[in-house]
Nanobody, 124 residues
Framework: QVQLVESGGGLVQAGGSSRLSCAAS????????MGWFRQAPGKEREFVAV????????YYADSVKGRFTISRDNAKNTVYLRMNSLKPEDTAVYYC?????????????????WGQGTQVTVSS
């Protein structure tokens, strides 16, 4: 079992930047594939980014590619999401998630553990 706690959300102006953090506790963090998802009001939860155990592989949704960067620090049991050039359509609750196994995934059902989410609001 792993527990995930996100932080770093808030109100940001369009064009600005923000960094989300997700601290993990419990079983060995470095054995989990970590992902970020988001859910806007009235919409389904959607994939944002995923990172492999070592951090050597990353994948992004097309909507954030080139603007967002996922990274991890296994020594600190933390995964990050750096968000640049934010747009109003990036407004959502952002969730980090942990996946057991070796294959990265971009679907909600592919993850075993979830954080409680952190709100990111981008004003125009």
């Amino acid at each position: 079992q792993v527990q995930l706690v996100e932080s770093g959300g808030g109100l940001v102006q369009a064009g600005g930047s923000s960094r989300l953090s997700c601290a993990a506790s419990g079983r060995t963090f470095s054995t989990y594939i970590m992902g970020w998802f988001r859910q806007a009001p009235g919409k389904e939860r959607e994939f944002v980014a995923v990172i492999s155990w070592s951090g050597g592989r990353t994948y992004y949704a097309d909507s954030v590619k080139g603007r967002f960067t996922i990274s991890r620090d296994n020594a600190k049991n933390t995964v990050y999401l750096r968000m640049n050039s934010l747009k109003p359509e990036d407004t959502a609750v952002y969730y980090c998630a942990a996946r057991e196994g070796t294959v990265v995934a971009d679907i909600v059902d592919g993850y075993d553990y979830w954080g409680q989410g952190t709100q990111v609001t981008v004003s125009s």
